[in-house]
């Protein structure tokens, strides 16, 4: 696909060893393509890990956080393996089809995740496999992607959380984890480059065209969405992140239960992820947030809000600091906390989730 999207304008970067498209020239202006009609982009750097056998259903509730017995089959919903602490380790999203799951996810916890679930097969009758490279991957994302997925495939999506069954074995996941409505499409390698050109030209008809990682970065920014490697990783206890659509609480034991529930029934958490507006120069990932002379947090991810017109962050804070309008500097710049999403109302990544 890089001559294809070469052919468009694309201009790459590499992530986790990847080349992905960066942009296709402007990266502001596809991100308010998705906020306005919509915008497909290539996922084909994401991870896809298989889960098969009569105990695939029986490994993953015991060692991941979410329920996915009570998830139907043709079903989606965002999961994450913790360490005992409740800290996280790898993110996904999990999709439950007839005969086997599907895990989604960022490469940085692709081996890691294959690694982890292989520990515990051999008490169970499950196998993993790495199949990233069976799938293509596409995502589109904005008030126009059920309409161009729909002209594209001759398909109705359904709701978030659900996956609709495509011509010739493509999987359409309704996602609404940045804040706008998607769908994440799992083409069979073969299909891919006949489905990106079909869903381009349906696109092209309704103000919805190509977009690349930067745009959807900066939309996940905006809609206060952690992702692993950047604002979470494993010194992260992952309520601290906001992820609660990854957790289910009522399922019974599983690996990090107990710090997890313990947080969420005495309210013992002293640091979350919460957005700031940057008041000055833009700050950069890793800086200092200060009140006065006292440190009250640390900078993970900056991108330009082209909804708001400003610089936005997302930080980790203490308590002290959660109330949105509370002043505080970035090296000495002034920065304002705000509340999560920057813009539009939260909404479950997969689902509603389970939490």
């Known amino acids: ?18 080349q992905v498209v960066a942009d296709y020239g402007d990266p502001v202006e596809e991100h308010r393509r998705m906020r306005e009609t919509g ?38 919903v965002h999961d994450a393996i913790c360490t005992t602490h ?53 995502g589109v994302y904005g008030p126009l992607a059920s309409d161009t997925v729909t002209a594209a495939l001759g398909i109705q999506g359904g709701n978030p959380g659900t996956i609709t069954h495509g011509p010739d074995g493509v999987l359409v996941v309704a996602n609404a984890e940045f804040g706008v409505p998607g769908f994440e499409l799992f083409v069979p390698l073969g299909e891919l480059a006949r489905r990106w050109g079909d869903l381009l030209a349906a696109g092209e008809q309704r103000g919805v065209g190509p977009i690349g990682f930067s745009a959807l970065e900066s939309l996940r920014i905006e809609s ?62 890793g800086a200092v947030v200060t009140d006065g002379d006292m440190q009250v947090g640390t900078v993970k991810s900056v991108a330009y809000s082209p909804m708001l017109n400003a610089v936005v962050a997302l930080a980790f804070l203490k308590r002290s600091h959660w109330e949105p309008g509370t002043p505080v500097s970035v090296e000495g710049e002034p920065a304002e906390v705000a509340a999560l999403p920057f813009v539009g109302e939260r909404v479950g990544a997969a689902g509603e989730g389970a939490a």
């Not at 995740?113 to 799938?135: G, N, P, S």
């Open 224 to 285: 206060g969405r952690a992702r692993y490697g950047v604002e979470v990783d494993d010194s992260v206890i992952l309520l601290e992140a906001g992820l609660t659509d990854s957790v289910a609480f009522d399922k019974g034991c599983f690996v990090g239960q107990e710090t997890l529930s313990r947080v969420v029934f005495r309210g013992q958490l002293s640091r979350r992820l919460c957005g700031l507006v940057a008041g000055g120069r833009a700050p950069q990932p």
């Open 86 to 138: 409740g800290k996280v380790q790898s993110l996904f999203l999990a999709l439950k089809l007839e005969d086997r799951f599907l895990l989604d996810m960022d490469p940085a916890v692709g081996a890691f995740t294959k690694q982890f679930l292989d520990k515990y097969t051999i008490i169970r009758e499950a196998a993993t496999a790495d199949v990233t490279v069976e799938w293509g991957r596409i």
């Open 39 to 76: 915008g497909i982009i290539d996922r084909g750097y994401r991870a896809v890990i298989s889960v098969t056998g009569p105990d695939r259903e029986a490994l993953l509730q015991s060692m991941t956080t979410n329920d996915v017995v009570k998830t139907p089959v043709d079903g989606a």
């Open 1 to 18: 696909m890089q001559e294809t999207h070469a052919a468009l304008g694309g201009r790459f970067m590499e992530l986790d060893g990847r």
